[in-house]
């Protein structure tokens, strides 16, 4: 069972507040994604990390912004959030050493811009 | 960019009724896997098959990658209301981040 936690799972709050979502895992993978999916829809690329002090921007254009200071965690921020930032947010690992052939995923933290 | 495609979009089913959906791509994929999702959850990883042609069996899913490893299918017997749920398939090339499908919403009812 993978190992990839997420925290808050449920999260509502008001516009303009700074918001950050967590996401830690404890398997030592060094590749880590955050994915935005709406309710019913595709999930879409929105960051990810190759390592440590390593961060890239994904598929699909977000205000939000990451960080990778340690193997482990991959926090998701947005400086100010608005109604448009209301989706899930889902978090993945993988690890290139054994190939990268699949990602696991954490339990997602559903946001609501109020 | 490679782009997945997944049919059919949305299924209904009795339970105990035999179902198969299907994963299409132009891509040629070093890996490709298949994930269920229920609302409010994270995918949950199903099965990874990587050499063409593949078979996998998980209990009463069956899993096959296309020979030109471009497609894929899964094949659910006998479905029951727990397997409820979207079907993401995912695949990745080597070298680049994982693409997936939009994927396949299946009820199985009671």
């Known amino acids: 069972e993978a190992d990839i936690y997420q925290t808050p799972r449920y999260l509502v709050i008001g516009t303009g507040k700074k918001i950050t979502l967590e996401c830690s895992q404890t398997?030592?993978?060094?590749?880590m994604y955050w994915y935005q999916q709406d309710p019913g829809m595709e999930l879409h690329l929105i960051h990810y990390?190759?390592?440590?002090?390593?961060?890239e921007k994904g598929d699909l254009s977000s205000e939000s912004t990451v960080s990778r200071i340690r193997t482990e965690h991959f926090p998701l921020t947005l400086e100010s959030a608005r109604p448009s930032h209301t989706s899930q947010y889902l978090c993945?690992?993988?690890?290139?050493?054994?190939?990268?052939?699949?990602?696991?995923f954490g339990q997602g933290t559903r946001l609501t811009v109020v | 960019t490679q782009l997945l495609e997944q049919s059919p979009q949305f299924l209904s089913i009795q339970e105990g009724e035999n179902l198969t959906v299907y994963c299409n791509s132009s891509?040629?994929?070093?890996?490709l896997q298949w994930y269920r999702q229920e609302p409010g959850e994270g995918p949950v990883l199903l099965v990874t098959?990587?050499?063409?042609?593949e078979v996998k069996k998980l209990k009463r899913l069956t899993f096959q990658f296309g020979d030109a490893r471009k497609d894929s299918s899964l094949h659910i017997t006998a479905a029951q209301p727990g397997d409820t749920g979207l079907y993401l398939c995912?695949?990745?090339?080597?070298?680049?981040?994982?693409?997936f499908g939009p994927g396949t919403r299946l009820s199985v009812l009671p």
């Open positions: 993945a690992s993988s690890d290139p050493e054994s190939g990268e052939t699949e990602a696991f």
């Open positions: 398997m030592g993978h060094d590749k």
């Open positions: 990390s190759y390592g440590v002090n390593s961060t």
């Open positions: 891509s040629v994929f070093s890996s």
């Open positions: 098959v990587v050499t063409g042609g």
């Open positions: 995912a695949g990745r090339i080597y070298g680049q981040n994982f693409v």
